[in-house]
């Protein structure tokens, strides 16, 4: 079983597994991250064998600082501002490769652009002192509901991997917004922990959506984030073999007698939402009801990442690709 040791203890023990070849579990701001030296071919294998992730699916790299960014990719000018804005954080942003930047192809599945992203807190640091870049994907097992505690990475994962660093529960909640500039223009590719109307706010450029084709389209599996249980979504009634999933003062009929009942946040605060879909998600799907019914969220704010997390969440599960 897993090791978890507190972010106060971990750093000597984490660095020795990076540098070996291993991975290891760590906390950002957004969910828990799976996490192996971007440059070692092996750790980078080991995350996918890990999480049973198929291979064409590219992952982000983590970074320490602008110098480290500016060495593995090339920026453009809008990309440049985009990070002066909002890193560290809980923006990704997809850049033309650096050629000869030592970065394990497996990372970008033999892409040439690459993912990345400068994360606050204890990743921050540990990147810093390993001087290298970490790959990381969400903490969980492929197609399953990413990890915001380190107790839900170790239920996941613990029989898989050696170590977890426990910084409690991440204050985001949701993965990054993943961008792209292209031309004078940026596209999302992933709604997540920045809101497009507060990228939009940043830069004065407007988002554009979809037209992505493939690996562009991040999580591409339509069902992804998906708990045991089924989903369903905009509910006004549930079922007594239902477990609700509530917003704001709404209530759908029947409530009362649905087989669990978490509201995401009373206030309809999306923030507060955000940070607790995941572990609610979790909670619910251990009541054992047969399906989850949630409550409608607004497509505002940190609400399109929600929306999309939860959409994917009740896609059908049958096109799940297992890991080659
Ligand atoms: O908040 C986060 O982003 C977390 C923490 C651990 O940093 N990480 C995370 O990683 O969510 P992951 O692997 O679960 O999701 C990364 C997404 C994938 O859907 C992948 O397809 C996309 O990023 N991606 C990676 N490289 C890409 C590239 N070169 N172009 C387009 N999408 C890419
Ligand atoms: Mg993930």
Redesign the pocket.
């Known amino acids: 079983m897993a090791e978890i040791l507190a972010v106060d203890e971990a750093l000597e023990r984490a660095l020795a597994l990076l540098r070996g070849g291993d991975v290891v579990a760590i906390p ?1 701001e ?4 799976l996490a192996a030296d971007a440059t070692n071919g092996i750790g980078v294998a080991r995350i996918f064998e890990a999480k049973g992730r198929p291979r064409f ?4 790299a ?1 970074v320490a600082d602008m110098a480290m960014a500016e060495r593995i990719a090339i920026f453009d000018p809008l990309s440049r501002r985009l990070a002066q804005s909002f890193w560290p954080g ?1 923006l ?1 942003l ?1 850049l033309p490769q650096r050629p000869g930047n030592g970065i394990h192809p497996l990372v ?2 033999g ?1 040439d ?3 990345l ?1 400068m ?1 606050r807190g204890f990743g921050g640091d540990l990147i810093a002192r390993l001087g290298r870049p970490l790959a ?4 969980n097992s492929s197609g399953k509901i ?1 990890a915001t505690t380190a107790q839900a990475v170790a239920a996941d994962l613990g029989t898989r991997i050696k170590l977890v660093v426990d910084a409690g529960a991440t204050p985001v909640g ?3 917004t ?1 961008v ?1 500039a292209e031309g004078a223009g940026v596209r999302l ?2 709604p ?2 920045v809101s497009a109307e507060e990228i939009e706010a940043a830069i004065g450029v407007k988002l554009f959506r979809g037209g992505a084709a493939g ?2 389209a ?3 599996l339509a069902s992804h984030y998906a708990p045991g249980a089924g989903v369903r979504l905009n509910a006004g009634t549930v079922g007594k073999d239902e477990a609700l999933l509530g917003f704001g003062r709404q209530r759908a009929e029947g409530w009362r007698d649905a087989a669990a009942f978490l509201n995401l946040s009373e206030t309809g605060d999306l923030r507060e939402a955000a940070g607790n879909l995941f572990a609610y998600m979790q909670e619910l799907d251990r009541s054992g009801a047969r399906t989850i019914a949630v409550e409608t969220i607004p497509f505002d704010g940190l609400g399109e990442a929600i929306n999309d997390r939860l959409s994917r969440a009740a896609a059908p599960r049958d096109n799940v690709q297992p890991a080659p």
């Open positions: 950002t957004t969910v828990y991250g699916n590219p992952l982000i983590h809980p990704t997809v970008t599945a892409l652009t690459i993912a992203r994360p990381a994907p969400s903490a990413s949701l993965e990054s993943i792209k590719l992933r997540g922990g690996i562009e991040p999580g591409m």
